[in-house]
């Protein structure tokens, strides 16, 4: 999502909740004013236009960075994303610390991967030195607010400049197929912008493999309908990695039918077509290459 448009939804959203009365606890800008350590975060919030918002109604569960994390930041660069010129780029990243919803530690730490306010996904790793969120370290968790709760980071956290799930489709340059039969089934802007999905993508050789004229004949308009039935039938909602797809063993596709997913000979298949590049990370998804075009049966 755009940083304009997610800023104007904030806001709506902040103007909606009224302040907690005396005594009940702080909204997540007030708790983290409170701290005392969180004072970089509040400047930043403030020059990006997001404290209002963060004071609605919610909830929302925020990895604050403290000072010293700011501090850590390369010289020059909080300075930088200071300047009204890089007000959009601002609040690109300190929505990319904002997960909708109440998550607290035990949640989190359950999760895989976690989509931002930005949309874009953060990595969650569990290891011997504790639990890392996009490459932060959480160094204290479950600081309860009346609209959410804080879990504090040692590092800011930058979003990648990973493409979408078209650019990177463009950027292979194997993927031309699906691209134009994306865009004739009018779901090019969607799989550009919108998300997170999922995407099994058939490369052009997998396309190259339908019965002679079966792709010239699903690019015609009247057959646009079908067209979009099976792209539709190649897309997941939410980031679902192969891992992930493994445990579940199969997986819903927007075109309302589901997908088997198993291993065979230590390949990684989705109904018949192999697995042949997986985890390709985009800016709204996740991108898995596969050898064969799946029909909805």
């Given amino acids: 999502m755009h940083p304009a448009p997610l800023l104007t939804a904030l806001i709506l959203a902040g103007s909606m909740t009224a302040q907690a009365p005396h005594g009940q606890a702080k909204d997540i800008v007030g708790t983290a004013v409170a701290a005392g350590s969180f004072k970089t975060l509040a400047k930043a919030l403030q020059h990006a236009g997001l404290v209002e918002a963060l004071q609605g109604k919610g909830p929302f569960t925020v990895f604050a960075p403290t000072d010293e994390a700011f501090a850590s930041l390369p010289e020059g660069t909080l300075a930088a994303l200071l300047k009204p010129e890089n007000k959009d780029k601002l609040v690109g990243i300190l929505t990319y610390h904002v997960v909708p919803g109440r998550l607290m530690a035990k949640d989190v730490v359950g999760k895989r991967g976690l989509t931002a306010l930005s949309g874009k996904p953060l990595a969650v790793e569990v290891g011997d030195d504790g639990v890392r969120v996009a490459g932060a370290k959480v160094v204290k968790t479950d600081v309860m607010a009346s609209n959410g709760v804080i879990h504090v980071i040692d590092a800011v956290m930058l979003p990648s400049d990973a493409p979408s799930i078209v650019g990177l489709a463009q950027k292979a340059g194997k ?21 997170p999905f999922t995407v099994f993508a058939p490369t052009d050789e997998a396309f190259a493999r339908l019965p002679e004229g079966t792709v010239a004949s699903l690019l015609k308009p009247e057959n646009k309908a079908r067209l979009a ?32 997913i198993s291993i065979d000979d230590g390949r990684l298949r989705v109904q018949d077509a192999a697995v042949i590049g997986s985890d390709l990370d985009a800016s709204n998804g996740v991108v898995h290459v596969i050898d064969r075009v799946l029909l909805p049966r």
């Fill in 175 to 195: 993927f031309g197929t699906l691209l134009a039969a994306a865009k004739a089934a009018g779901l090019a802007e969607v799989l550009d912008q919108k998300g």
């Fill in 229 to 260: 039935a099976i792209l539709k039938y190649h897309v997941v909602a939410g980031r679902v990695t192969a891992r992930d797809a493994v445990v579940a063993g199969e997986a819903k596709t927007l075109q309302g039918g589901s997908v088997a």
